[in-house]
Each structure stands twice: as structure tokens, then as C-alpha cells.
């Protein structure tokens, strides 16, 4: 994969030319063992993996085939006669990859100043994929560690897919790159589908969500988690506080849930039996949204390969645009929370593990946005393009269609000012709000049609041409001003702090069109809306929003940006060391900063010689040139102590005067 490389604005954007048609591609947020960044991105025909960066492969020595002898044997050879002795021709054993990778990453090229691709991986599916999502994972792999969580995910890359059969379909794959010896091989030549046949060439794993309720309609999105409840527990001690009376069944229900939450907080390891939940929506009937859970075999290394049916149903008031599981892990009692967001101007929250009558979860809270004013008398709220979780899961980001973003604070987790400290959140009101870029000056304010006469001008003057415009416009009417661009999304990555004061810290992209804004840390950024402070360094220091533009995608329209994983000892509050992922119809684009040359090791100094080192080195004739350079220079050295010692004499003499001055 040789990119196309051009330099703007001190970032290198990285084009890549691909032969398929891309529909979305994501950076996995955990890296590979070797360093790699992988990226995985869908097309009409499967899955491709890329990884960039990292340690390469170490050349293994090419081996040599030996050329059979004629007559099958040469004369030390023994021919067994008996059958029994023979393995059986149509068992092979199973291919076990090893790859070994070099101890160092690539020499620095100052021609080619970022990461090469190491290796790819298709994986053909035979049916077009979608949509692609991946759970939610600790950003500091080595402080967290991933061992509270199941041993897949420390091993595997975990992703859900929808596909164009109406089918939704989790994905496991290995985190290590398959070495190029795999790849080699015969049987794993002209596939046409690996997955689909039910074989797996790789280590990768695919169940499909089928059975029962489905899709008749092609899914919108896809999210991911991961929970470890029991829900069996949790029904038997709800129908115990039920036969209490109604004065003491909320508080032994609050309870009971706690203590249960507790005890699976003490519980939570690699030994405790892990599912994966998956949820899908579509635009069916009025919406639907569906959630999956599949169990996790002994110690959470793979899948359940049983059917698995829906285990959750609903029927949502409008079709929803975008979908996301709580950014908090589990035990947090908020992980099984779902964001749903839709169009219309409203986000809902629901808790899938919440236990009701209909045993179907819980709605929790709606959040809406604002009216906006239009040209029509009916009053309608501000369009949503896209919502995420913030702040560890406490707080909602919401993009709108005017390109403002704002943030619902809904557990009162963000910064506060001194003198709102004590008041309590307010769903109905932001905490935090602004523009993508300086689309609120450039775009000009709708009016209502009442008062569209007051945007003609009372002093224009009379010429054939206004003239002509003024007849067209009695028959025709006000023409509709084209509106701006309605694309765009967030993308939220987690920052690696090794202060405890923001353990939730996140920097956020958000892209309207063709305007890309970085917030390198959401929570200096707010802390400073928050105290009204500024920052003289310009946009993107301490917080502070970055705009980049002048993303070259070759005339082809943009599906999706996104975040690569922070580098290991990136600064987060430099926004140069945020690498972009840009989506476009046939090309993979990434802005990043140009790779620093390393700085050279300093050779340790060789200690100097003495004096009768050198000179005996003279009688020999093996003196070198620097030999003679301390020789002469301690020869100088001599010439100068003499008239210092003869200065007392010479002090009365003019030549004396002169020559100390000179030597000075």
C-alpha cells in the first residue's frame, strides 16, 4: 500500500487508494503487542485489517524444499511394509502461527517521516458490510490493566458488524498481525468467503445474530459492551421485596440492588462468567431498537456459537441516528446504559439490565434540545446529527444540525463555576455549549416568513436588471436559500492522565462538513468556559479547540472521521499528536505530524592520553595526526608559563609589557 504524501500546514495527510468501496472505517483503541495501530475498515465484500507502525517482521531465511530422490528412497532408507504404521492421509494438524518481530521499530527515513503498513488481513464475509462498532476499552493499557476484564478482550480484536442481509454479526480476530509465512499458505489462497464457510484460517471467530425478532429492514448502527450480571439473582430478590408492603418496597428494592452490585463488584475477574451485549436499530415501523447477549465460555476467551435470539425489544417513537453503549466498564452500575439519540431533536436514555414488569429494561430519562426558528409558523427543535457519552458515561454530547455542540450534565460531574457550585443539574439546560468552527458567523439566521420583507432593501436603486428581478420575483415567489452542510459526528477518545485529579478526562473531535475541530481535553476546555478563562497560546493549547482544514480527499465526499489510540507518552495537551482517520468513498486519509528524526546517541569520549603515552607512541611511528595535535598543543602550553614566571623581571621593560599583553 504506497500512499499519496502531501504537506499541509506542517501535517502530512496520507492518502491511501483502495480497490473497494469503503462504507466506515475505525481505529481499534487498543494497540497490537508489537505497537501496531489497527484499523479496520468495511467494504462490499467483508473485512480488511491494517497495521500500521510498530515493530516489523524479523526476514526469516527462505528453506529449501529437498528434491525427492528417484525411486522414492535413497540407500539408507527403510521401507516399512506395514499399514497400521501409517498416519491417516485426511488428518492434518492445525496451523499454529508464530510470528517474530524485530526488537526495534523501522531506522527513521527522512523521506517517508510516518509509519509504513506492516501487514493486512481481508477476511471475506460475502455479504456487504455496513456498519462497524467497537466496545469500550481502558486507554492506559499497562495501568489499568486488562485483567479485570475477559481474556478476550486483551487477546482479540472484538467487533460488531451489520451487514446488507439484514444480519448483525460479532467478530473476533486476533490482536497480533498474522506473519507473512501464514499468509502463504495453499489452502488460504483464491477464498472467496472464510467466515461465511464456517472455517477459520487466522484464529478469528464470527457468530451471527439470528432467530426470532429480526431486522426487515437494513440496520442503521451497531454498539457494543460487555457486562457480567447475573440477571437470575437480581429477579429473585425483586419478586422477594415485591410481596412486601408498598411503604417499604422502594427502599428494600434500592437495597437489594445496591447489595447485588456490590457483591458483583467482589466478583469481577477473569473467572467470572462474562457476556457481550450488541444492539442493533433500524428504521422498522416507527424504530427499532434490538439487544443481544451472548455468553462467553470459561475465562472469557471466546464466543457462544448457540443461536442467539434478541434478548431486548423496543419500539422507539421515531428512527434513531445513532446508538452507544455507556462508556463505563463494568462493575459500574451505568455500563448497560444506552444512548439513543434521534433525529426529531431528542436522546433517550435506557438500561437494558433494569428490571421491570415486562422484563424489556427501562427508559430512564429524555433529554431535547432546543426550538429553532424557521420560515414556517410550527416550532420545531434543533436536528440532532450525532450523540456520545462524556466524561466516563456522566455526561451526553450532542452534535445539531446548525453545527453547535452542546452537553447535558446529567450526574453533575463537569466543572463548575464558583458560584453555581451547589446548584443542582438541570436536564432542560446546557452545561457547556459552541460552535464547529465559525459556522454560527458564516451561516445567517433563519427568520420567520412574517418578516421576509424586511431583508429587501428600501434604497435600491431602479435599473433594467432589479427591475427584472423584481417581476420574476412577483410570480415566482422567494426563492429557498440553499442550506449548509447536514454531515457530521463526534468521535471521543480517552486521554492517558497519570494524575488521579481527572481519571474521566477525553479529547473530542467533531466534524460538520468539511470542518474538523479537536479538543485535546474536554475537561480543561470546560474548566475554562467554566472560570471564564482564556489562553494566550492560541487554539489548541490547554484545551483550547484546534480547527484543521484543508483535508484533500481527491473530490470525494467524507463518510467519517475519526481518532487513532494516544501514543504512549503523548502530551494530550498538544493537539499536533492527534492522528486523524478520515473515511472517504474509495480512500483511507490520515492527518498526522511528521515523524522527529531520533536524536543521536553522543559516543562516549575516550579518555586522553598522557603525555608519555604520546611520546612513546612518536618513537614507535604510531602516533596519529590527533597524537601530534596534543604534542604540539603541550608544547604551546609550555611557551606560554615561561614569560608568566619571568613577568616579576620584565615588569620595568617595554618589551616585557607588550608580550604579557599579547599572551593575555
Known amino acids: 500500500m504506497k500512499p499519496n504524501v502531501r504537506s499541509l500546514d506542517g501535517l502530512l495527510q496520507i492518502c491511501y487508494d483502495l480497490p473497494h468501496r469503503i462504507h466506515t472505517a475505525k481505529a481499534y483503541p487498543l494497540t497490537s503487542p508489537n505497537g501496531s495501530t489497527i484499523i479496520v475498515y468495511c467494504h462490499e465484500q467483508g473485512l480488511r485489517l491494517v497495521w500500521r507502525g510498530g515493530r516489523p517482521f524479523k526476514r526469516q531465511p527462505e528453506t529449501t524444499q529437498k528434491k525427492a530422490k528417484p525411486n522414492g528412497a535413497g540407500k539408507d532408507t527403510v521401507i516399512s511394509l506395514d499399514s497400521s504404521d501409517e498416519e491417516p492421509a485426511g488428518k492434518a494438524e492445525r496451523y499454529r502461527d508464530n510470528p517474530v518481530f524485530e526488537d526495534e521499530e523501522e531506522e527513521f527515513d527522512p523521506s517517508e517521516p510516518y509509519q509504513a503498513i506492516i501487514q493486512t488481513l481481508d477476511l471475506p464475509l460475502g455479504v456487504e458490510v455496513l456498519h462497524l462498532a467497537f466496545p469500550h476499552l481502558p486507554a492506559d493499557r499497562q495501568k489499568t490493566s486488562l485483567d479485570a476484564l475477559p481474556k478476550l478482550m486483551s487477546e482479540k480484536i472484538v467487533c460488531a458488524v451489520a451487514c446488507s442481509d439484514f444480519t448483525v454479526r460479532v467478530l473476533t480476530i486476533p490482536l497480533v498481525p498474522p506473519s507473512p509465512q ?156 444506552m444512548l439513543v439519540a434521534e433525529a426529531k431533536g431528542v436522546v433517550r436514555i435506557f438500561d437494558c439490565l433494569a428490571r421491570s414488569r415486562a422484563n424489556q429494561g427501562s427508559w430512564l430519562v429524555s433529554l431535547h434540545t432546543p426550538f429553532e426558528s424557521s420560515q414556517d409558523s410550527m416550532p420545531r427543535r434543533k436536528a440532532i446529527l450525532d450523540a456520545r457519552w462524556v466524561l466516563g458515561g456522566k455526561s451526553v454530547l450532542v452534535l445539531l444540525a446548525d453545527s453547535k455542540y452542546e452537553i447535558w450534565d446529567i450526574e453533575n460531574a463537569g466543572p463548575k463555576a464558583a458560584d453555581a457550585a451547589n446548584i443542582p443539574p438541570a436536564l432542560t439546560t446546557f452545561a457547556l455549549d459552541g460552535w464547529v468552527g465559525n459556522s454560527m458567523k458564516s451561516k445567517p439566521l433563519m427568520k420567520s416568513s412574517n418578516t421576509k420583507n424586511e431583508t429587501r432593501s428600501k434604497l435600491a436603486p431602479m435599473t433594467p436588471s432589479t427591475r427584472k428581478m423584481r417581476q420574476e420575483a412577483l410570480f415566482t415567489g422567494p426563492t429557498a436559500q440553499p442550506e449548509g452542510p447536514t454531515c457530521g459526528g463526534l468521535f471521543v477518545r480517552p486521554v492517558q492522565d497519570n494524575s488521579s485529579s481527572r481519571p474521566n478526562d477525553e479529547s473530542i473531535l467533531l466534524w460538520y462538513g468539511n470542518t474538523v475541530m479537536i479538543i485535546p481535553s474536554l475537561s480543561t476546555h470546560w474548566q475554562n468556559k467554566a472560570h471564564k478563562a482564556g489562553t494566550l497560546f492560541g487554539s489548541g493549547a490547554k484545551g483550547e479547540p484546534k480547527i484543521i482544514s484543508n483535508i484533500q480527499l481527491g473530490g470525494e465526499a467524507c463518510k467519517e472521521i475519526g481518532l487513532f489510540p494516544a501514543l504512549k507518552g503523548a502530551d494530550k495537551n498538544s493537539s499536533s499528536q492527534a492522528e486523524i482517520l478520515v473515511t472517504g468513498e474509495h480512500r483511507l486519509l490520515i492527518v498526522t505530524s511528521p515523524l522527529a528524526e531520533p536524536p543521536l546517541l553522543a559516543k562516549p569520549t575516550p579518555p586522553p592520553l598522557s603525555s608519555s603515552v604520546d611520546q612513546l607512541l612518536l618513537a614507535r611511528g604510531e602516533l596519529d595526526v590527533h597524537g601530534m595535535d596534543r604534542i604540539l598543543a603541550g608544547m604551546s602550553n609550555g611557551h606560554q608559563a615561561t614569560p608568566a614566571r619571568d613577568s616579576r623581571n620584565s615588569r620595568n621593560s617595554p618589551y616585557g609589557k607588550g608580550k604579557n599583553l599579547l599572551m593575555s
Not at 205 to 222: A, F, R
Not at 249 to 273: E, F, I, N
Not at 292 to 311: C, D, F, K, N, V
Open 182 to 337: 501464514s499468509k502463504a499458505r495453499p489452502e488460504v489462497r483464491n477464498v472467496v468467503s472464510i467466515l461465511s464457510a464456517g472455517k477459520s484460517f487466522f484464529g478469528e471467530q464470527m457468530v451471527t445474530l439470528t432467530g426470532g425478532t429480526s431486522d426487515q429492514s437494513l440496520p442503521k448502527g451497531v454498539s457494543i459492551s460487555m457486562t457480567a450480571n447475573t440477571p437470575e439473582e437480581e429477579d429473585e430478590e425483586e419478586e422477594d421485596v415485591e410481596m412486601e408492603d408498598d411503604e417499604n418496597r422502594g427502599k428494600k428494592l434500592a437495597l437489594s440492588r445496591s447489595a447485588s452490585r456490590s457483591r458483583s463488584r467482589s466478583r469481577v475477574g477473569r473467572d467470572q462468567p462474562w457476556d457481550l451485549l450488541v444492539a442493533s436499530h433500524s428504521t422498522d415501523l416507527s424504530g427499532l431498537l434490538l439487544i443481544y447477549r451472548i455468553p462467553l465460555g470459561a475465562g472469557g476467551s471466546s464466543m457462544s456459537t448457540e443461536q442467539h435470539g434478541p434478548w431486548r425489544t423496543q419500539y422507539l417513537a421515531s428512527p434513531a441516528v445513532s446508538i452507544e453503549f455507556n462508556s463505563a466498564l463494568h462493575p459500574a452500575s451505568r455500563h448497560s446504559r
